[in-house]
């Protein structure tokens, strides 16, 4: 799995941590005292600056090296957190806070993933989206054979399961050009 091959220096990459910062700030006012579930939890880059403020975290991801990077870093924090290698439609717990950053365009079936989302949220639950608008396709510049969607407008995850409470830009991706990210702020129903 590509992401295998990239997690160890996963985090190497600046713009990779500051989104990380931007996402984790943006959805701090909603972490205090919550169980979060870090859906697409990579090297933890979002999740584990809520150490001390959310109750618990579970981060869930498909590669074994992310999973296993997310967490060292947890312990040497000694944060209340831990991730596993699963998909996250096994996952039999519920949570207060579901944030995805940098997820969605992976995910082929948006409809179906956001009713699995939905079902893992308590009541008055808040999924967070992070990712990329709509892009040319350039973005990834290793290929994209695991990329099902150039970004997301800001109607792309209008659904049944969820009122759309807030959607703006929160970080600008500079690569060969610069790729806006926005976070949709969703609201179980």
């Known amino acids: 799995m590509r992401f295998d091959l990239e997690a160890l220096n996963w985090d190497e990459k600046p713009r990779r941590v500051e989104l990380g910062k931007s996402v984790s700030e943006y959805v701090k006012k909603d972490i205090a005292d919550k169980t979060v579930l870090d859906f697409g939890c990579g090297t933890g880059l979002v999740s584990l600056n809520f150490c001390g403020l959310a109750k618990d975290i579970l981060g869930v991801d ?100 969820f009122e759309l409470l807030n959607f703006e830009e929160i970080y600008q991706i500079q690569k060969h050009k610069k790729f806006p990210t926005y976070i949709w702020e969703l609201k179980v129903v």
């Open 62 to 161: 498909l590669s074994d090296k992310m999973v296993e990077i997310y967490n060292q870093k947890a312990k040497k924090l000694k944060c209340n957190a831990k991730a596993i290698k699963e998909d996250v439609n096994n996952v039999n717990s519920k949570f207060d806070v579901i944030v995805a950053s940098m997820v969605f365009h992976h995910v082929e079936n948006i409809e179906e993933m956001l009713k699995i989302l939905s079902e893992k949220l308590n009541v008055n639950g808040k999924l967070f989206i992070a990712d990329l608008y709509i892009e040319d396709g350039s973005f990834h510049d290793k290929g994209n054979d695991d990329v099902f969607h150039f970004g997301f407008d800001k109607d792309s995850f209008n659904s049944k399961y």
